[in-house]
């Protein structure tokens, strides 16, 4: 189900020429105070949200950019940030 | 001419209070509903469909049935599921039009010969037929083969399992919902579960769009949707990506294939319905999203693929194409467990594209899970805790992960 995906540098392309990179599940965990409960949780667990959601892509038949984006997962196409909070 | 006919389970209203509360009108709810009230007389039971039962990936997956898999852990499992085929359909006196014309998948590397060789050693030693054959064989199972070194990927030998096959999915639907209609089990349609109530760290009720119901068990089966509504509802995270898979059909042919045929180099499947159409699949868009959507890319991605595997089949039409959900964990199997986060509540889910052939067998040993509490042996190895401890399963070789690095 191709939709557009707006890389920062290249604008709005086929989703087809980028990898999807997960949720954005914030910084990664400090390793000094790191439990094995926490490592699952950043390494496995995920949202899984109807709605939309924060995640990484990556361009890679393009530029080789990482960058995050919006989208609504119940309609599978990318929305503007402020959606989000008109979602919660 | 038209005969009269009757339902096959009649409505009820929606009760205040149930002894249990099963989310999803799909197989596994529908199977945990017939077991818990045909093996553990708990027949004060709902089970909550928002749409329609059936509406889910029950009445969209390709229907493919085995027990052939890789690991000590699941083939018991799946061979259960594939035993119970034929006993289902005399108990519920319903025709599941199972056809155990064999699954063969083709290997198309030394590595991969080698790879099978340890899957038919693993269902052999727990009583699975299944079988090394080379290319030679493979054409005499499946003519229509190309077995020379022309194709993209040449066909080096395969591994062959008889006793697999092809199950009516829809019977499957309407046999265990009258079944367990008649033993009391009530099947709300048109309802949506939108919370669980937790007091005293267990389950108390559950709300949904047409009122709340106060039970202390609820069993999450609710097939690709139950991530969501684990998350939506309690919280909980679930090591879930959920994606949308794809299948479609040709124009009807005279019989040419007898068996399922799959090929993990060309990322397909085939096999041939009784209405002589050529049903195919197996892509996946990798990217999470709770919609049925069907792609052109795909349809081009699976005419190349099937002309190459089946030779005679190209210029031949394809029908329809129609996706539906499948929930992917990180060691392809599924998620089986109780009293996690709270007491009371219990989920089946994380099948992906492997929920069809197990969902009796799975509704069976959660109907045995809800009844007593205790979890019961067959399903220990599926719990959640599993991830945190790094005990993922071997079901696939290699990690499955949707990121950018593969
Ligand atoms: C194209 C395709 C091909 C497949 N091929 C195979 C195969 O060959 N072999 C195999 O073994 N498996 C296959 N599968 C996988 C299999 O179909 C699924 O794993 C299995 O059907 C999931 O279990 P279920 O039937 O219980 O789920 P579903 O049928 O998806 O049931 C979930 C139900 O929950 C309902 N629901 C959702 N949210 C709510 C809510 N809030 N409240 C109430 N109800 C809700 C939905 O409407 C839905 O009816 C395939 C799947 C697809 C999509
Ligand atoms: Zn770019």
Redesign the interface.
Known sequence: ??FLITCPLCGPRD??EF????EDKGPRPDPETLS??AW??YV???????GVQKE?W?H?RGCGT?FTIY?D????IEVSSNDREADQ | MFLKFNRLWKESPLKSSYDAVIIGGGLHSLAAAYFLASRHNIRDVAVIEKKFIGCGAAGRNTAIVRANQRTQENIPLYKEALDLWPILTKELDFNLMFYNCGNLNLAHSDAAMKAFRMNVATAQFHGVNSQLVDARQCKELVPALDITDRPRFPIFGGMFHPPGGIVRHDAVVWGLARGGAKLGVHIHQGTEVTGIGVKNGKVAWVDTDKGRIQTTKVLNAAGAYSAGIAFKCLGQRLPISVLTIQAMVTQPLKPLLHHVVSSGAYHAYANQTLKGEIATGAHMDPWPNYTNQSTAHYIKHQAEAIGEMLPCLRGVKFMRIWGGLADMTPDMAPILDGNVPVEGYYMDCGWGYFGFKSSTVAGKYMAQYVATGECPEMLKPFRLKRFEEHRLMGETAALVDYTANN
């Open positions: 189900m191709a989703a087809y990898r999807f990179g997960g094995p409960e699952c949780d496995h667990m995920a949202d899984s949200r109807f990484w990556y890679r990482w989208r997962t119940v309609k599978n």
